[in-house]
Nanobody, 126 residues
């Protein structure tokens, strides 16, 4: 079993800051990319920021210069620092990770799967 547990959402005024954290745990062989997505009711889930296993990062244009993604490979965690928050950043934020789990039997390869956290609400409002 693999779990992603998020923390750090909440209510903040426009221009404020929040930090989201996500910790992966369970039967993990290795982790490839880790990232953050967000979803507003009635809209599709969208990528916010991605941190590859090789160390590269990608951001949605709407958050570039305001959000910073970081990762601690030793702790299997990924964080998102959000500055200069705007009302349009209001959404449920989800942690995502591509995780390899140990092979079921000797001789088989690790199995890859995409995992999601439970989501954490971020509300930007005065």
């Amino acid at each position: 079993q693999v779990q992603l547990v998020e923390s750090g959402g909440g209510l903040v005024q426009p221009g404020g800051s929040l930090r989201l954290s996500c910790a992966a745990s369970g039967n993990i062989f290795s982790i490839d990319a880790m990232g953050w997505y967000r979803q507003v009711t009635g809209k599709e889930r969208e990528l916010v920021a991605l941190f590859s296993s090789g160390g590269s990062t990608n951001y949605a244009d709407s958050v570039k210069g305001r959000f910073t993604i970081s990762r601690d490979n030793a702790k299997d965690t990924v964080s998102l620092r959000m500055n200069s928050l705007k009302p349009e950043d209001t959404a449920v934020y989800y942690c995502n990770a591509d995780i390899f789990t140990p092979p079921q039997r000797v001789g088989l390869l690790p199995e890859r799967g995409g995992f999601w956290g439970q989501g954490t609400q971020v509300t930007v409002s005065s």
